[in-house]
């Protein structure tokens, strides 16, 4: 079983839609939960952090973490054409400050 | 500041050979990492390093070496290339370990081994 799963997707969604995405985990030492924005070609850029449960917004985007289903969330609202990527959750416990467990990303296209 | 940068962008190698992929940040930043992105597969953790002269193995170490001379160089080493190493690599760092911990990553590099 892999530590944290996420749908590949590819997700197509009109713009101005609000885009759900999402990943679950195994590991209940999991503290720290990352999400990431990588356009083609590109390297990865952090998006959202939120430690422990709880939401987290900024701007057009909203982080979820339910601990206790080991589930969590990104929200996008009004979703543009510039949002389409591939976003990636990442996520580590306190233990192992230097080890960051990844989701495989989920492909998002946002048609105008 | 250029942040990360990494060298070459592309690179076909035939079995066997070897080669360095190099990484560099001008941020002053303590902690770098190398991964390797399959397609589906997500990042994996090939290499980290805390500071200059420390390094530890991460998820994917087998067929890679590591080094760090100064804080701002963190050279990949594939001695013996093999077709299962074909993948992105990325190159990246942060400024501290705890907390947040943001890691910034370089372009990559597109690496094909035949």
């Known amino acids: 079983q892999k530590e944290v799963e996420q749908d590949p997707g590819p997700l197509s969604v009109p713009e101005g839609a609000i885009v759900s995405l999402n990943c679950t985990y195994s590991?209940?030492?999991?503290?720290?939960f990352m999400w990431y924005r990588q356009y083609s070609r590109k390297g990865p850029e952090l998006l959202m952090y939120?430690?422990?449960?709880g939401n987290k917004e900024d701007g057009r985007f909203t982080a979820q973490v339910d601990k206790s289903s080991k589930y969590i969330s990104l929200f996008i609202r009004d979703s543009q054409p510039s949002d389409s990527a591939t976003y990636l959750c990442?996520?580590?416990?306190?233990?192992?400050?230097?080890?960051?467990?990844f989701g495989s990303g989920t492909k998002l296209n946002v048609k105008p | 500041n250029a942040g990360v940068t990494q060298t070459p962008k592309f690179r076909i190698l035939k079995i066997g050979q070897s080669m360095t992929l190099q990484c560099a940040q001008d941020?002053?930043?303590?902690?770098m990492y190398w991964y390797r992105q399959d397609p589906g597969m997500g990042l994996k953790l090939i290499y980290y390093?805390?500071?200059?002269?420390?390094?530890d193995k991460g998820e994917v170490p087998n067929g890679y070496n590591v080094s760090r001379s100064t804080t701002e160089d963190f050279p990949l080493r594939l001695e013996l290339a093999a077709p299962s190493q074909t993948s992105v690599y990325f190159c990246?760092?942060?400024?501290?370990?705890?907390?947040?911990?943001?890691?910034?990553f370089g372009p990559g590099t597109r690496l094909t081994v035949l």
């Open positions: 990246a760092s942060s400024l501290e370990a705890g907390g947040n911990n943001e890691q910034f």
């Open positions: 590991n209940s030492a999991f503290q720290y």
């Open positions: 939120t430690y422990s449960s």
């Open positions: 990442a996520m580590r416990d306190l233990a192992n400050f230097n080890k960051f467990y």
């Open positions: 941020m002053n930043h303590n902690y």
């Open positions: 390093s805390v500071g200059a002269g420390i390094t």
